[in-house]
């Protein structure tokens, strides 16, 4: 009988506490992600969203390409109207 | 049945209870978790398939700008020479020539020279010819000649009174003939005979 509220004493002030304890670790700690979750979904949607404008490298390549070329016309017309500099030294 | 033992039994219900309780509570959390990563997972998603072109225009973007930035310094060195170059390039963005050319790696020993010393004749060339040439603000003779912004005022300069207009009309020359409106007087000789000089008698 003695053994009895023992086992009865140890399950009220010692298995109960720590089951508690431990489980209510658990569940803060499920609590607080998933405030971190939604943060990173917001901030995935709006980088989602600053990617929208990422179709316009396609007109940037495109004008670069146009640009590069009339440069290298211009520098072929220079190249043919201006002296080299060793020619223009000797 | 014993007082122990059922004191013992409600120990267990009140543990069970509480388990119950707690791994409900986190099956819940998990669960909005689980939804959480399914909106990140989409957003994620979506990042990938929008970025995926990105590195080869950007790469085909700066092989066109290398391409450019070598034409170009292909052409100054050419056309300059290494030293006028580097004294192009250090006048135009002071500093600069420090950190030389890229396609040539001795233009960092070569000691830039004044950009005024040499080229102060095609300077004073570009200020007076530029139209909003930034050379030509920093002309030593002050304001460009041919200041778009000026043009106007100084050619007004020499009309103060307003540039005239076309001049006015002249008076038409007079009708001649049998039948014009003026009939001029006749001389009174016409058909008589020549006047003769006096003779010396």
Redesign the interface.
């Known amino acids: ?1 003695t053994l ?2 023992i ?2 004493g140890l ?2 002030l010692v ?2 506490p720590i ?2 304890y431990l ?2 670790g ?2 803060k700690a ?2 607080s ?2 405030p971190s ?2 943060s ?2 917001r901030t ?2 709006a ?2 969203k600053d ?2 404008a ?1 179709p316009l ?2 007109t ?2 495109s004008q ?2 146009q ?2 070329a009339g ?2 016309a211009y ?1 072929s017309s ?2 043919v109207i ?5 020619e223009a ?1 000797r | 049945m014993s007082a122990p033992a059922v004191t013992m039994l409600i120990a267990v219900v009140a543990i069970v209870l509480a388990l119950v309780y707690y791994l409900v509570s986190v099956i819940v959390q998990l669960r909005k978790i689980s939804a959480g990563l399914d909106n990140v997972i989409g957003s994620v998603g979506e990042i990938i398939e929008k970025s995926a072109p990105v590195n080869e225009v950007v790469n085909n973007i700066n092989g066109q700008l290398d391409a450019g930035v070598d034409l170009l310094e292909g052409l100054l060195v050419k056309k300059a020479g290494l030293s006028d170059a580097m004294g192009l390039v250090d006048g135009l963005y002071p500093g600069a020539a420090a950190a030389g050319l890229r396609n040539f790696p001795d233009s960092k020993d070569v000691d830039p020279p004044r950009i005024g010393e040499v080229y102060t004749k095609g300077t004073l060339t570009l200020a007076r010819l530029g139209r909003e040439a930034p050379i030509a603000a920093a002309s030593p003779n002050g304001p460009a000649i041919r200041n778009p912004a000026y043009a106007t005022a100084s050619a007004r300069k020499l009309y103060p009174g307003g540039r005239p207009m076309e001049p006015e009309p002249l008076p038409r020359s007079p009708v001649i003939g049998t039948d014009s409106p003026v009939q001029y007087e006749q001389r009174d000789d016409i058909g008589k005979p020549r006047k003769r000089m006096p003779t010396e008698s």
């Open positions: 009988m009895w509220w086992g009865d399950l009220f298995v109960a089951a508690v489980l209510d658990v569940l499920a609590k992600i998933v979750v939604d990173i979904a995935a949607a980088g989602s990617l929208d990422v490298l396609l940037t390549q670069v390409e640009t590069v440069v290298a520098g220079l190249d201006v002296d080299d500099a060793e030294g």
